[in-house]
């Protein structure tokens, strides 16, 4: 049985998901938390289903092993591949993903042009298709796999000549005046946020899914019973397969 003091287990595939930690830590600051990003096997975005299937399942289960009372899979790419798997074989677990905030980001303006930035198996998952079908109203969206992208981000390199190289090439052919909104749809991208909004005018607005995924936990563990109820805040434990360095790199984004 879970206690309302145990840690919420916070995954991705990397350092992705220090963004989502750091909405969870504004929202949920009395709760523990630990941190797991799979560097090792990172990137994800670029795997097959099932290999990221297994990782997840994999990761998760190490989670549940030291005692975490719900798990946040902060990762849009696992979320797709695997949280309706996971949720299946553990019905009582609460169990929260990410996906990309393209809701709000077609509904900022009327006949709204919304860039999808995602790892390619997002993109190509049927949950991105449903969540299109769903959501896009009279938006024209654009999807944009970002091929390595995510990869550039766990060697660290958020900003700089590099960045903006890559960047350039990669919106070579999207219609940038007419975008009125940008979805970071994987979580390591909010980490390069400013670099990706100095390409777009004043006017065109970025979205991520952090926040979202961060009061869908609030909700779930009250539903739960599950909110800790301590005054002080909550520890952060980060833990990352690639070793220490990678965690270090993971407290230094977080402080950011
Ligand atoms: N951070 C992950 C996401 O949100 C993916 C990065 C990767 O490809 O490993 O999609």
């Keep these: 049985m879970s206690k309302s003091t145990d840690p919420i ?11 989502v930690l750091r909405h ?19 990137p994800y975005g670029e795997k097959s289903t099932r290999q990221v299937r297994e990782l997840t399942f994999a990761r998760v289960e190490e989670l549940l092993q030291m005692g975490a009372k719900a798990v946040v899979i ?18 009582d677990t609460v169990i929260i ?37 769903k959501w896009s109203g009279g938006a024209d969206i654009i999807d944009l796999p970002c091929y390595g992208l995510a990869e550039m981000i766990e060697q660290g390199i958020t900003e700089g000549p590099q960045l ?5 090439d990669l919106f070579r052919g999207v219609p940038r005046e007419r975008v009125s909104s940008v979805v970071l749809g994987c ?15 004043p006017d065109t607005q970025i979205f ?13 563990l009250q539903e739960a019973g599950l909110l800790n109820p301590d005054a002080g805040p909550g520890r952060v ?13 993971c407290y230094k984004l977080l402080g950011e």
Aim: proline fraction near 6%.
């Design 187 to 201: 979580t390591h991208y909010p980490h390069i946020q400013k670099t990706v909004a100095s390409f777009f005018g």
């Design 97 to 133: 993903g990410i996906e990309p905030a393209l809701k709000p980001a077609a509904a900022c303006r009327p006949g709204a042009t919304v860039l999808v930035m995602a790892t390619p198996m997002t993109l190509r998952e049927e949950k991105f298709r449903l969540l299109r079908e």
């Design 9 to 19: 287990a916070v995954f991705d595939s990397g350092i992705g998901g220090i963004s």
């Design 164 to 168: 903006i190289n890559y960047l350039e």
């Design 24 to 42: 969870l830590l504004t929202l949920l600051p009395h709760e523990n938390y630990i941190y797991l990003g799979d560097s090792a096997n990172a």
């Design 237 to 249: 434990e980060i833990i990352n397969t690639a070793g220490p360095d990678m965690a270090d790199l």
């Design 208 to 220: 991520d899914g952090g926040e979202g995924t961060a009061r869908e936990t609030g909700r779930r």
């Design 74 to 91: 902060a990762c849009n790419t696992a979320t797709s591949a695997a949280a309706a798997d996971l949720r299946a074989s553990h019905p």
